[in-house]
Every structure is written in C-alpha cells, then in structure tokens.
C-alpha cells in the first residue's frame, strides 16, 4: 500500500469537509476514477440538491498543476459547451471539488444504435468550442511540439516496446516523414485543441438532467488541460480515430463529412475543399497515432501501467490504413513490416 497515495487522499478528505458550502458526507468519499496522469477522482455525497454528488480531484504537486485545469474550464464554460465546474479549489495542494457529470462515458454507451446522436452531439459540441473558446495566451502546438510527440514512437514503441534499433535510413526516413506531418498541421489555422477528445472524456448527459441543472446540452467534456492552439482536424481524428472504440471506416467517413460541413458553415476555419479537408485529417491522424503509439507503450514500460496493451493493435491499425493510403509514406510501412516481421505489400491510393 502507498502510504503516500493515502496521506494525500486523507488530505483531500480533510480539506472538502472544510468547504462548508458544499455540504460533503465524508463517510460517502470513494474512488470515481483515475486517468493517465498523476491525478486521480473521488466521489462523495452532498446535502444540497443542486449538487447531490460532487467530483474531488487530487493532483499531486509537483507532478500535475490544477491552475491550466480551472483556466481552459472558464473558457469552455464562456464557449458554451458542458465542462464541470470549479466548487472549491486549493491550488497549491492541488485539490479541486467539481460538479459530477455522471459516471456514463460514451464509451461505456455507445453501441449500433445510438452511435449517429451521440457522435452527432460530440461534433455539436466541438465546433462550438471551436468557434468560441477564447484561445489567447494559450499554447502553439507548434513544429516543435508535434516532432516531440512523434519521437515517442521510436524511442518507446519501435525500441523498448517492439526491441528494434532502427538504421540511420530508417531514422532518417522517419524524421523526414514527421517534418512532413508536423509541417502540414501548422499550416492550419489556429483553433483551440482539446488534445484527447474521444470517447472516455465525453460523458453521457441526459436532456433531462442537463436541464434541470442549467447545464449546456451536448456531452460532458473532461480532461481539457492540456488544451493548446492549434489544427482543427486534430480533435475530429481523436474522436473519430479513437484508440478505445473502432467503428467501419465508411461511418467515420461520413460523421467527418457531416463535421466539415456543420464546421464550415459555422465559420471554423477549415480547409474550403472537402478532398483536401480529408487528407489534412488523415495526416493529423497519423501523426497522433504514432504519438500514441508511443504513449501506450510508455505507460507500460516506464510507469507500469498494462491496461493500455490491449489498445496498440487497432492504433496501429489506424497507423498502416493511412500510411498504405499515400506513397510518401512508404518508408513507414517498411518499418511497420520489419517490426511485425510482413512481407512488403503495400497499394496506395494517393
């Protein structure tokens, strides 16, 4: 048992009954989840009605910072979208008592049947935020941080995870193709990027509730922190090309159509032709899905966390279905064949 994991949950308990507005039943606090990251969610029961549970954050200084958390909230809140709100905070213990949005994410209710709405109401609700969201003073997802991302992939997918040193072509090959990628998604104008919006940060409101609470309609978002400046195809391939869910590629082809049309109508900037539009997307998402790739295997290698192995298979999937679709990218099929052992059979589209 980590004694120091219980002094800090022990810390939060004691601090959210000092919050006298809120009400808690400390008796009632209990995990509600945890994420990635350092932080972690607890539960607990409230005596007023208008927040009969509330959500309690703990993230550790130094490791996580609550400060970026309770900045993108307020703006997400001004766009007009459903983001929890702030109750009560402790900065500098880094504690947080937050509105619960239920423990209904999308993934746990998706299914054939109530795909088309929910996946609708998602798209709803970013391009609202992308229309909306003040988005000064926040960070560029600049060259600089995109090639950072990439590097994952080699450093903990292709050598700790897969054990392969590439050559000096192979690397050159693969730093040629990041500066490709990350050079088309800066020349995309700027809206505010989420950075994970899929299927486990997208919570299931019902209409009703979110009514009776004055909640905006649409999903609940979660785990916006990290939000930055930067392409909006991003957040559309996160939820599109979500490493938790796969849906048949015609479907998605035609929920990011639907976006790009509500989009541009909405005057988010993306590109005026739907052809070029989808290419952007497709390249936008091989460069999260080696970022990924290189995350997952992270998570395991350096922080012992197996619960994301299982995902690697469908985002490398992800990775050769838009690699096999342009020539340019051949050289990472090469990789892609040598790491899993395939003989080389690739037919490109573009």
Known sequence: MNTNTDARKNQLAQ???????????????????????????????????????????????????VRPFIEIAQRLLAAGVNVPKVLAADVERGFLA????????????????????????ACDALVTFQVSADTRGLPVYDKERLAAEMSLFPQWYVEKHMGCVLTA???????????????QATAQPGVLVHRDYHSRNLMFVEADLAAQRGWP??????????????????????????????WEKQ?????????????????????????????QYEWMGLQRHLKVLGIFARLYHRDGKDGYLKDLPLV???????????????????????????EVKVGYTF
């Open 169 to 183: 072509e192979e690397n050159n090959d693969l730093q040629r193709i990041f500066e490709l990628l990350a050079t």
């Open 15 to 65: 601090w959210a009954q000092t919050q006298t507005h809120l009400k808690l039943d400390g008796e009632s606090i209990h995990p509600a989840s945890a994420d990635a990251s350092f932080r972690r969610y607890f539960r607990a029961n409230t005596s007023q009605p208008e927040h009969p549970t509330v959500i309690l954050m703990d993230a550790p200084p130094p490791q996580e910072d």
């Open 98 to 121: 937050l509105t619960d949005l239920g423990n209904a994410t999308f993934l746990s209710v998706l299914n054939n049947d109530n795909c088309r709405p929910l996946y609708k109401s």
């Open 217 to 246: 309609a649409g999903p609940g978002i979660l785990d916006f922190q990290d939000a930055v400046v930067g392409p909006a195809t991003y957040d559309l391939v996160s939820l599109l090309r979500d490493a938790y869910v796969e």
């Open 251 to 279: 479907e998605t082809l035609d929920w990011a159509i639907r976006y790009w049309e509500l989009a541009k109508k909405a005057g988010v900037p993306v590109d005026a032709d739907p052809s070029e539009f989808y290419r």
């Open 316 to 342: 490398l999937a992800y990775t050769r279905n838009v690699a096999e679709s342009f020539s340019v990218f051949k050289p990472l099929i090469r990789i892609l064949d040598r790491l899993e052992k395939k």
